[in-house]
T-cell receptor
Framework: GAGVSQSPSNKVTEKGKDVELRCDPI?????LYWYRQSLGQGLEFLIY????????KSGLPSDRFSAERTGGSVSTLTIQRTQQEDSAVYLC???????????FGPGTRLTVT | QKEVEQNSGPLSVPEGAIASLNCTYS??????FFWYRQYSGKSPELIMF????GDKEDGRFTAQLNKASQYVSLLIRDSQPSDSATYLC????????????FGTGTRLTIIP
């Protein structure tokens, strides 16, 4: 079946611009996660959605970051007024409540110039 | 602070040998444990999960869990150059919450 998809695969933006990153989870998965991975670094948790529950936003690094999930499916991560330190690969993962495993999308590489 | 710790490596293993990757975690209440493989420039790929003490085998991979000692390991038998990657350990530390805490990963290199 189809895996997690993300778009765009690459995004280059100028400092100060806003960007939107999209994630399509695996059909039927109720949990959706956003992570950030800087070059050579580990995964940094950003935000977690589970069904209709309020999202866990505890990992968002600043109020410039926000995310929403419409209809319990597609999610958009928005970064306002981008800074150079926002440059990273943004990974989306989806999962179910059986054994809590997560499946990752291919990521969006964001470069802020 | 709920932590998952891994040796960052690099760990170099001759082709055909057994590669042993270790992970320790701080939260004694942790329930589920996962190993992911991440090739350079790619996203993490789930290899195995384990939630009961003991060993779980899948092909050349064996996950070992010891909750009393709070460690989980991954053994790769008959290592191949294609096994060269970074291996991430992840732990579910909140019962009823699917969030995973990831280690920073161990970089494994298989030497032909």
């Amino acid at each position: 079946g189809a895996g997690v998809s993300q778009s765009p695969s690459n995004k280059v933006t100028e400092k100060g611009k806003d960007v939107e990153l999209r994630c399509d989870p695996i059909s039927g998965h109720t949990a959706l996660y956003w992570y950030r991975q800087s070059l050579g670094q580990g995964l940094e948790f950003l935000i977690y959605f589970q069904g209709n529950s309020a999202p866990d936003k505890s990992g968002l690094p600043s109020d410039r970051f926000s995310a929403e999930r419409t209809g319990g499916s597609v999610s958009t991560l928005t970064i306002q007024r981008t800074q150079q330190e926002d440059s990273a690969v943004y990974l989306c993962a989806s999962g179910n409540r059986i054994v809590y495993e997560q499946y990752f999308g291919p990521g969006t590489r964001l470069t802020v110039t | 602070q709920k932590e998952v710790e891994q040796n960052s490596g690099p760990l170099s293993v001759p082709e055909g040998a057994i590669a042993s990757l270790n992970c320790t975690y701080s939260d004694r209440g942790s329930q589920s444990f996962f190993w992911y493989r991440q090739y350079s420039g790619k996203s993490p790929e789930l290899i195995m999960f384990i939630y009961s003490n003991g060993d779980k085998e899948d092909g050349r991979f064996t996950a070992q869990l010891n909750k009393a000692s709070q460690y989980v390991s991954l053994l790769i038998r008959d290592s191949q150059p294609s096994d060269s990657a970074t291996y991430l350990c992840a732990v579910n530390t909140d019962f009823g919450n699917e969030k995973l805490t990831f280690g920073t990963g161990t970089r494994l290199t298989i030497i032909p």
